[in-house]
């Protein structure tokens, strides 16, 4: 029998948030609050503070006013050592696809499990084969990132970002650089594995109108803050008019 909710449940919450970096405001009483279990897509304009807003949640910045709350509770003021503990439910993909140059596909997807847990040799190729199977670049396990085409590149990415089943996956601009049939390509594969594992995801990306698809929820960031949050196919109508403007793309 499906659960019922009265509201849906949070994964993360930002609120009143705001924020100077070089004397500039970049965040002035932003809120967003991101749906357990379905994609949130925020669109906003390069410099319009997208990336910034990630650091709040991965604890490498701290705003100067507001709150930032995973699961509920306050991730500012944690140690380190408690932050990593909320990292650790993280998944990130990050701008570009921040692959380790010197490291085939297989250890850059390797990576996570090498370091965080005790699998074996074994268990670790069999979990990293199904990944780069899913994720069809199976083939491409013994190349090195420079051999890559963009489009591969980001699926390593999200492999690796995977290995540790992640309850939030981070996504920064994921198809920066990609021409627009990749960058499709790249979407279906983020909606199908959403689908599949159920994560979190929070995507922030200026790919506009390509990207509203992906979303289960559009949120538009402008002038500091989150202006609105809209379902996809109302972002869709809105896309040729007052949204790209805005947005300056
Ligand atoms: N460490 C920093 N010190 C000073 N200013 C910063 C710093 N990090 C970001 N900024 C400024 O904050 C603003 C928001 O930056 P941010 O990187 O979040 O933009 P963005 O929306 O991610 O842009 P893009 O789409 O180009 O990636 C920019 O004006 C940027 O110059
Ligand atoms: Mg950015």
């Given at each position: 029998?499906?659960?019922?909710?009265?509201?849906?449940?949070?994964?993360?919450?930002?609120?009143?948030?705001?924020?100077?970096?070089?004397?500039?405001?970049?965040?002035?009483?932003?809120?967003?609050?991101?749906?357990?279990?379905?994609?949130?897509?925020?669109?906003?304009?390069?410099g319009?503070g997208?990336?910034?807003?990630?650091?709040?949640?991965?604890?490498?910045?701290?705003?100067?006013?507001?709150?930032?709350?995973?699961?509920?509770?306050?991730?500012?003021g944690?140690?380190?050592?408690?932050?990593?503990?909320?990292?650790?439910?993280?998944?990130?993909?990050?701008?570009?696809?921040?692959?380790?140059?010197?490291?085939?596909?297989?250890?850059?997807?390797?990576?996570?499990?090498?370091?965080?847990?005790?699998?074996?040799k074994?268990?670790?190729?069999?979990?990293?084969?199904?990944?780069?199977?899913?994720?069809?670049?199976?083939?491409?396990?013994?190349?090195?990132?420079?051999?890559?085409?963009?489009?591969?590149?980001?699926?390593?990415?999200?492999?690796?970002?995977?290995?540790l089943?992640?309850?939030?996956?981070?996504?920064?601009?994921?198809?920066?650089?990609?021409?627009?049939?990749?960058?499709?390509?790249?979407?279906?594969?983020?909606?199908?594995?959403?689908?599949?594992l159920q994560?979190?995801?929070?995507?922030?990306?200026?790919?506009?109108?390509?990207?509203?698809?992906?979303?289960?929820?559009?949120?538009?960031?402008?002038?500091?803050?989150?202006?609105?949050?809209?379902?996809?196919?109302?972002a869709?109508?809105k896309?040729?008019?007052?949204?790209?403007k805005?947005?300056?793309?």
């Open positions: 029998m499906k659960r019922e909710t009265k509201s849906p449940e949070i994964a993360i919450e930002l609120s009143g948030i705001s924020k100077k970096l070089g004397g500039l405001p970049v965040h002035h009483n932003l809120n967003l609050k991101v749906e357990r279990g379905k994609t949130t897509v925020v669109v906003g304009a390069s319009s997208k990336s910034v807003m990630l650091k709040y949640i991965l604890g490498f910045m701290l705003p100067d006013e507001g709150e930032v709350k995973v699961y509920g509770k306050s991730i500012l944690l140690s380190e050592t408690e932050m990593k503990k909320v990292r650790a439910r993280y998944g990130v993909v990050f701008q570009g696809a921040a692959l380790f140059d010197s490291l085939s596909v297989f250890d850059n997807v390797a990576l996570p499990l090498v370091e965080k847990t005790k699998k074996t074994a268990e670790i190729e069999d979990q990293v084969m199904h990944y780069l199977s899913e994720m069809r670049i199976a083939d491409a396990r013994h190349k090195m990132p420079a051999e890559l085409s963009g489009g591969m590149q980001r699926r390593v990415a999200l492999a690796r970002a995977l290995q089943s992640p309850e939030i996956v981070l996504f920064d601009e994921p198809t920066t650089g990609l021409d627009p049939e990749t960058s499709e390509n790249i979407y279906d594969l983020f909606i199908e594995t959403q689908q599949r994560y979190t995801a929070l995507i922030v990306s200026h790919d506009i109108p390509r990207i509203f698809r992906v979303g289960d929820w559009i949120a538009v960031l402008n002038g500091g803050k989150i202006e609105s949050v809209i379902a996809p196919r109302q869709m109508k896309a040729s008019g007052w949204l790209r805005m947005l300056d793309v």
